[in-house]
């Protein structure tokens, strides 16, 4: 069995194999030709490898967590948040050539690839059958103090490169492919498994490319998120003539027993509330607010949910009501904790008020955003971008997270308003979707909206078979 | 992770409604703070991060006045304003321009020879207001006659018509540095000291109600002139004090709206401040209730809670709050005693996130900390 993983640079489309063959088969370059395209070719060859004994591996982007607490007051310290910088890594190579004029050029050679300017040099790792890739950003590659001293032609240098915490992939993983959500009712679920994935951040969330193509062109807004538990609570309660003003209301039937028990056992998880109302009159008049309750006793009041002034459609609207970690409830003892959410109707002025509470949308959920921007058409798509692949290779994160507006044949027409976390894919988790109109919250619970989810797996080294 | 988003968008007199989306500031920030205080609401948010030299010229030359909003990772609005000053650093050479010292309307107030009071008529630079707002500057020169007068007034409108441009060279040995850009945002609170008005009515009305009335986009309401704010009256509460409705000359809209709600509602003192989609809140100070907790915390945790232990997020965290650390609570604390050992009224928030920490500090009232007494921007 071979040990030795295949590393190589990829810039301006060439490849330039760094795993050539060690000591004493490496091949000298002789001054023509591009001997560094094919691996048993190449006159590069890593400080670490196969006939060396300790085969280079990259090293994986250690993880900076920020704490809080600790000594004096109590031991240890609880993780706040983590994330992962970029690598600094050195990497011993030797370059074999016939002349010192053409050892000089290999190493320049080295340094101008690695520090392209047009789009950065990539990193590319075969440990196994598949490859790993990297972003360099930059690099230095200082000569050892032997040099121009090496025997037999061969010289020496060391890397200095700054590259991405996690590689990428060549080509992404489509999760949903032209799939019909629907927007809260119907034939169509609005909560779809992503399946399986691939990668090591499973845990910890990888980018997803998203595309959203609501039926309606009205729909100018899309809340998505991934979710382990997406509940629907039918209520189906209207109050009528409501002319109570806050903190007055009327409360509507609540919607209870909501199992949130995997809150317990997954400290990632948050509580969404999101609820639909319908045939409403004078809506902008009208003020939803309530609390999330967690012993579903009459009058409790736990858990706050934002007051909110409905828009001005009349027909149906969905409120988005705010995400919450409900702490409280993760604790030993409430082994199967449920809760309630309980809404109030009122008037903002004493104006009467009538709305049907239709149903409240409850989500278990990792990451949740909205996207923003006008359509011109059906057909105009509404996209949430995670990765990306202007390095020309691989699929890596981006840099800030992109929404936008295009065309059905993705002509740019504006960019979209993000809130939120962009989805990422977990391990379990399902894709959450709604549409609605951003001026007066119109939703029409039996639209469809088409989605495309692909993922962009990201590693912390080599991948072998994964 | 801590995917905050500063959205900016173009600068548009449009009342509440941002104007378009022209920036999303996710992922590149290097640091970000904001504050929000008991009295004005959203007060100031920085944010630091590294561009290229065209970009940092873009935001210096055409970016003041852009709205704000900052988005939490639950898309929740967290802080809400515009760009008031810019600073970037080339290097060892430092830019910056700001909107504070800058006024296009301006009139002067002298006495005549006769020793009457008077004022010239005001002059505007109408380019000027209708790409930043009006902003209203008042100089007094004592006594002279009207065409000095006149005069004073259009030099300092040709003086201070523009964004304050200040620049900062230094040229020295050492590190050159790199092209670092800091945006400073203000509250929309601040726009109410840019305006200023009279009224001559002398009724008595309720001081909540002429703050809704001072908001509004006609009549007495500021918004016939700065259509910046909200018009909702719906977060104002009555607070039962009337107040006359004469405003004097030359005072300005925060002025005597800090005025009708330093009063209070008879019993307590007030609250205030301008907040999400720029809404104005005036409600009852939670010192009144001071054993009505809203926040506590462990000494041996770092993080903040509310009164039912769930974790409160650094960025989520509001003035007008009961605070207390649970450790230090004593047996018998006063029921009606905001500050006692354990426990404090929060006057001010300052969330601060950066590389190495992320935290918000709850300041007390009567706060001598100097960048309270600095972050009213734009007066």
Same mark, same amino acid.
């Given at each position: ?466 | ?152 007034? *259009? %030099? =300092? ?8 441009? @200040? &620049? #900062? ?6 590190? !050159? /540095? ?98 999400? *989609? %720029? =809404? ?8 009144? @209730? &001071? #054993? ?6 462990? !000494? /041996? ?79």
């Amino acid at each position: 069995m071979g040990t030795k993983n295949t590393v190589y640079l990829i810039a301006g489309g060439t490849n330039y194999y760094l795993s050539g063959q060690a000591t004493p088969s490496q091949v000298k370059y002789a001054g023509s030709g591009t001997p560094w395209t094919v691996e048993s070719t190449s006159p590069y060859e890593l400080a670490n490898n196969d006939v060396t004994g300790s085969v280079w591996v990259p090293e994986p982007a250690p993880r900076q967590t920020l704490y809080s607490g600790g000594p004096p007051f109590r031991n240890g310290r609880t993780p706040i948040s983590t994330a992962y910088d970029h690598i600094v890594e050195p990497v011993g190579i030797q370059m074999k050539a016939t002349t010192k004029d053409n050892a000089i050029f290999l190493l320049r050679q080295l340094d101008q690839i690695l520090n392209l300017s047009s789009a950065p040099c990539i990193l590319a790792v075969q440990g196994g059958t598949n490859t790993t890739y990297y972003e360099i950003s930059g690099a230095d590659v200082p000569v050892l103090p032997t040099y121009l001293s090496e025997p037999d032609g061969v010289f020496r240098a060391t890397i200095n490169w700054t590259r991405s915490p996690h590689g990428g992939v060549s080509s992404l993983t489509t999760l949903l492919s032209s799939s019909t959500f629907g927007n809260g009712s119907g034939a169509n679920a609005n909560t779809k498994s992503l399946g399986a994935i691939t990668g090591d951040l499973i845990y910890e969330g990888m980018p997803l490319n998203i595309r959203f193509t609501p039926s309606s062109v009205a729909y100018d807004r899309v809340y998505a998120a991934t979710v382990s538990e997406r509940v629907k609570t039918s209520v189906s309660d209207t109050i009528a003539g409501d002319t109570s003003i806050y903190p007055v209301g009327v409360q509507f039937l609540a919607a209870s027993g909501i199992d949130v028990s995997t809150l317990r056992t997954d400290t990632r998880l948050r509580f969404r509330v999101l609820a639909r109302l319908k045939t409403l009159t004078n809506p902008t008049k009208a003020r939803v607010w309530g609390y999330v309750n967690y012993a579903n006793i009459l009058g409790q009041t736990d858990v706050p949910l934002p007051i909110v002034t409905l828009g001005a459609n009349t027909a149906a609207q969905l409120i988005d009501l705010g995400g919450y970690p409900l702490d409280t409830l993760r604790n030993v003892i409430m082994t199967a904790p449920a809760v309630a959410v309980v809404l109030y109707l009122s008037s903002t002025d004493g104006t009467s008020v009538t709305a049907t509470l239709d149903y409240v949308e409850t989500l278990l959920y990792y990451d949740f955003a909205s996207a923003t921007g006008a359509r011109s058409t059906s057909t105009d798509r509404i996209y949430m971008l995670g990765a990306q692949n202007l390095n020309g290779a691989a699929y890596l994160p981006t840099q800030t997270p992109q929404s936008f507006v295009t065309s059905s044949a993705d002509v740019w027409r504006k960019m979209a308003l993000i809130r939120g976390t962009l989805p990422r894919a977990y391990s379990g988790a399902s894709l959450y979707v709604a549409a609605v109109r951003s001026s007066d919250n119109n939703h029409t619970d039996t639209d469809t909206i088409t989605v495309n989810a692909q993922l962009a797996p990201l590693y912390r080294t080599i991948r072998g078979g994964g | 992770m801590i995917p905050i988003n500063v959205a900016v968008f173009a600068f548009a007199a449009t009342g509440a409604t941002p104007g378009t989306l022209i920036a999303n500031l996710a992922g590149r920030l290097d640091t970000y703070e904001h504050t929000i205080s008991a009295v004005g609401g959203f007060e100031s948010l920085t944010c630091t991060l590294v561009v290229s030299f065209e970009e940092a010229i873009d935001w210096l030359n055409n970016r003041l006045m852009c709205g704000c909003i900052a988005y939490g990772p639950d898309a929740q609005i967290i802080w809400e304003g515009y760009l008031a000053s810019v600073e970037a650093q080339f290097g060892q050479e430092q830019r910056s321009a700001s909107l504070e010292g800058m006024s296009n309307r301006v009139r002067v107030r002298y006495t005549t020879v006769l020793g009457t009071q008077a004022v010239t008529a005001t002059a505007s630079d109408t380019a000027r207001q209708a790409r930043y707002g009006v902003k209203d500057l008042v100089l007094s020169v004592g006594e002279t006659v009207s065409a000095v007068a006149i005069n004073t007034r *259009d %030099r =300092a409108l040709a003086q201070y018509k523009n964004p304050v441009m @200040t &620049p #900062t060279t230094q040229i020295a040995t050492g590190d !050159l /540095g790199d092209a670092r850009l800091t945006l400073t945002f203000a509250g929309w609170y601040t726009t109410l000291g840019w305006v200023i008005t009279a009224r001559t009515s002398t009724s008595n009305t309720d001081t909540g109600t002429q703050v809704g009335d001072l908001i509004q986009a006609s009549g007495v309401g500021i918004g016939a002139t700065n259509n910046f704010l909200a018009t909702s009256r719906l977060s104002i509460i009555t607070t039962g004090v009337a107040d006359t409705e004469l405003i004097a000359a030359d005072t300005t809209y925060q002025q005597k709206i800090e005025s009708l709600l330093g009063k209070g509602n008879g019993t307590d003192r007030l609250a205030w401040g301008i907040y999400e *989609d %720029r =809404a104005m809140h005036v409600e009852v100070w939670a010192g009144a @209730t &001071p #054993t009505d907790i809203h926040y506590q915390r462990y !000494l /041996g945790d770092g993080r903040l809670y509310d009164a039912s232990d769930n974790v409160v997020q650094p960025w989520d965290a509001r003035p007008n709050r009961m605070y207390q650390v649970v450790d230090l609570l004593d047996a018998g604390p006063a029921s009606d005693t905001p500050d006692a050992a354990a426990r404090f009224f929060v006057e001010r928030v300052v969330c601060s996130v950066s590389n190495d920490s992320i935290g918000v500090a709850l300041e007390p009232a009567n706060t001598n900390a100097l960048d309270a007494l600095l972050a009213r921007l734009g007066g």
